[in-house]
């Protein structure tokens, strides 16, 4: 039998019981309906007759036609309310003695068959008046009867609804309750609960299905806990075989993972540090402290045995929407970036160093061709002197430019300032890069407001970088596409904007941008340096008190631009 079933059986038995007391109220109240009635309609008639029998007789000496009438009325009256045994003879005889009263031959008789009238009406009345009380007691009788029978059937309904009120509610009630704590086991991963309804409804079905839930739980648990624990492996695998120092910390900078790299680095022993406080570890670790107090992308520098190794800090912060889970501190290797950095820096001063010299010979050498004392050259021979001597001041220069590039990355900048043309510098970089343009067919589109001031900086250096602005422009620029070169003036600045149509730089990147040996993970295909360009780039406009900046949408393109101080600003040296 299903719950729906039950409850109609529950509530059916309580309308019977209802009905039941119902039916019987009804019965014994329509019994005492029917003794009020009878006491009301018959005795209590009989009784009004006789009384005014009565007052006929007492207020009449001698009867005229009119009380003779009235007499006649009520007797006629009383002999159509006959309701008791006994009455009928009573009413008879007062009849005989009534015609024998009213007959004028009988007037001799008339006071004694006055006085038989009297008699027969007192016993009519006695007789009603004994029904009256008879039935008085069998009303009271079947009172009493019913108030028993009705307080019987009114405490068993009692009982039976106070039964069912107190166990119906818990027949319904202890499963789901028991159901409910399932639910909140399950919830814990506690998928071992089973519940114990043995019925045969709804309630055991769901109890069934819910038992039989639970042990597919646990099931799924065991493989996605093997699943878990095989990803977890691979993760931890991965992490530990990365070249990368890398510590894992949860949100209240607890260690959760930390790969060789690491502990080798930090000289730690990686299987004691898992839920280990980091800052603790931090006091007694001074690589270890740098690692969690120094800011992001700043180089961290140590000794070892192998010798000295350069390290830069990233750290990810993990968070689910706005709920911060932790961070990972991963330190990227970039020894041997500073390495190649050193020899080729070392390579650059001593090339250039080592050029200079025959250069410098080599102009000598034309200028002494282009003295006659030496001897006369014909036109084709002076048209070469002249080449040659165009080319040796090109190579004198670049040598040069080599040279400053040293400095910049020995930290050791030279400036040469002067007074420069804006648009001088502009004309140099572009024709630089004019070659390179032509060869993808891309526009180098120039702009300038109009009454620029002239700015006092180092011109090839300035030039430099936007040399270096428009060289990566080119490179990330489509076919035949179209680079902006602008300049404008603002307040005590010129500002030189170099705008591009490449696939822009995602903003998490554009922060680190101008930081050394960093490049765009995203432009890995088109990676042709060694991420010093735009640092360098920011040395030589910071060593002339400017500020340079990128500005850059994805898809949209980006626009490389710097600023330097007008003349009045700067100073003749730095």
């Not at 079933?5 to 019981?17: H, M, N, T, Y």
Request: glycine residues 6%; charged residues 25%; hydrophobic residues 40%.
């Amino acid at each position: 039998m299903n719950i729906k079933s039950k409850l109609r059986l529950g509530i059916g038995l309580l309308f019977l019981l209802n009905l039941i007391v119902g039916i019987f109220a009804s019965l014994y109240l329509q019994r005492l309906s029917d003794n009020s009635k009878s006491i009301l309609s018959e005795n209590y008639k009989s009784l009004q007759y006789t009384r005014k029998l009565n007052t006929l007789l007492h207020n009449s000496d001698n009867f005229s036609n009119r009380e003779i009438a009235s007499f006649e009325k009520y007797l006629h009256l009383q002999e159509v309310n006959i309701t008791e045994p006994g009455e009928a003879e009573l009413t008879g005889q007062l009849r005989n003695s009534f015609n024998m009263l009213k007959d004028p031959k009988n007037e001799q008789l008339k006071p004694s068959l006055i006085i038989d009238i009297q008699n027969i009406l007192d016993k009519v009345q006695d007789l009603n008046l004994a029904s009256v009380y008879s039935k008085n007691v069998k009303t009271q009788r079947v009172a009493k009867n019913a108030s028993f029978t009705l307080g019987i059937l009114t405490v068993f309904c009692l009982l039976i609804g106070f039964s069912f009120m107190v166990n119906f509610p818990g027949y319904i009630a202890d499963p789901l309750h028991e159901l409910l704590s399932g639910i909140k086991a399950i919830s814990n991963k506690e998928y071992n609960q089973q519940l114990n309804i043995e019925t045969n409804d709804e309630l055991g079905e769901l109890a069934r299905a819910f038992n039989a839930m639970a042990i597919k739980l646990k099931e799924f648990e065991s493989i996605n806990l093997a699943q878990i624990l095989s990803e977890k492996r691979r993760i931890e695998t991965l992490i530990d075989s990365m070249n990368d120092a890398i510590v894992g910390l949860d949100e209240q900078q607890n260690i959760l993972f930390i790969n060789t790299v690491s502990a080798e680095l930090f000289g730690l022993d990686s299987t004691r540090l898992i839920g280990v406080y980091a800052p603790d570890i931090a006091l007694t670790n001074g690589l270890f402290r740098q690692a969690l107090t120094r800011e992001n992308n700043k180089e961290i520098a140590f000794k070892s045995k192998s010798g000295e190794r350069y390290f830069t800090k990233e750290t990810i912060e993990v968070r689910n929407n706005d709920e911060a889970l932790g961070k990972v501190i991963i330190l990227k290797n970039i020894t041997r970036f500073h390495e190649l950095d050193a020899a080729k820096t070392n390579f650059i001063a001593t090339i250039s160093h080592e050029l200079k010299t025959p250069i410098s010979s080599i102009k000598l050498c034309l200028k002494l061709l282009e003295d006659e004392r030496v001897g006369l050259v014909n036109t084709e021979q002076r048209s070469l002197i002249k080449n040659i001597k165009e080319d040796t001041s090109r190579l004198l220069r670049i040598t040069g430019e080599l040279l400053d590039l040293s400095q910049v990355e020995s930290g050791n900048i030279h400036l040469n300032l002067n007074e420069a043309a804006p648009m001088a510098i502009v004309e140099y970089a572009k024709n630089t890069v004019q070659f390179q343009a032509s060869q993808k067919n891309v526009v180098i589109d120039v702009k300038c407001d109009e009454n620029l001031p002239n700015v006092v900086a180092d011109e090839e250096k300035t030039a430099w970088v936007l040399v270096n602005f428009l060289s990566n422009a080119l490179r990330y620029s489509p076919d035949y596409g179209t680079i902006f070169l602008h300049l404008k003036s603002g307040e005590d600045v010129v500002e030189f904007l170099v705008t591009d149509a490449g696939p822009g730089i995602e903003e998490k990147y554009q922060k680190r941008i101008f930081d050394r040996y960093f490049q765009v993970p995203s432009h890995e295909k088109q990676k042709t340096g060694t991420g010093l360009g735009l640092a360098i780039s920011k040395d030589f406009i910071e060593a002339q008190k400017g500020r340079i900046f990128l500005k850059s949408k994805v898809g949209e393109g980006s626009t490389f631009g710097f600023i330097i101080p007008i003349s009045k600003r700067i100073t003749n040296e730095i």
